[in-house]
């Protein structure tokens, strides 16, 4: 069970497919203006999603080197990173990334995408937790998901005629 967050995820995604020592210590990520939407759904196991992180995240990357890394290729990634990993943006209604282009010369430009995010706050119940609510103590944790292994199906109508 991961604990990164989405950006956090995103970010190191990108580092080991960009794979380039041109990049070390070079790529920086951050959130800013965010909202906290209050959900309460049960999720089953005694879980529930308290509220619904949403948030502007900004992925940072100084002196890329265009000339001898194709921009196209961090492009794809990050558009193949939402495609596998975040799935609900049309349903949430989350906008496509923006890219920001600042050229430093002929060699290197900063690069900046920006996106909204959003994620569940999961929590699950536990008494030391420090979270209280509904009289019930628990702690953040995504909620464990309880997957059938096999499932059995039969056509007999369970009667007698």
Not at 30 to 54: F, L, P
Not at 59 to 79: K, M, T, W
Not at 116 to 122: A, D, F, G, N, Y
Request: aromatic share 8%.
């Amino acid at each position: 069970m991961t604990t990164q967050t989405k950006l956090e995820h995103l970010t190191a995604y990108l580092l080991s497919h960009l794979n380039s020592n041109l990049l070390d210590n070079k790529i920086d990520a951050w959130q800013e203006r965010a909202t906290i939407q209050v959900d309460g759904e049960d999720r089953g196991n005694g879980g529930t999603i308290a509220a619904q992180w949403r948030y502007h995240a900004v992925v940072s990357i100084e002196d890329f080197p265009h000339q001898l890394l194709d921009p196209r290729n961090l492009f794809a990634l990050v558009a193949c990173w939402l495609a596998d990993y975040d799935r609900d943006r049309n349903y949430e209604e989350l906008g496509d990334p923006e890219v920001n282009i600042d050229v430093n010369n002929h060699e290197s430009a900063d690069v900046a995408i920006e996106l909204e995010m959003m994620e569940p706050i999961e929590m699950i119940p536990d008494s030391n937790g420090m979270i209280t609510w509904r009289g019930e103590k628990y702690r953040v944790q995504a909620v464990p998901i309880d997957v059938a292994d096999d499932v059995e199906v039969s056509n007999d109508p369970g009667y007698s005629a």
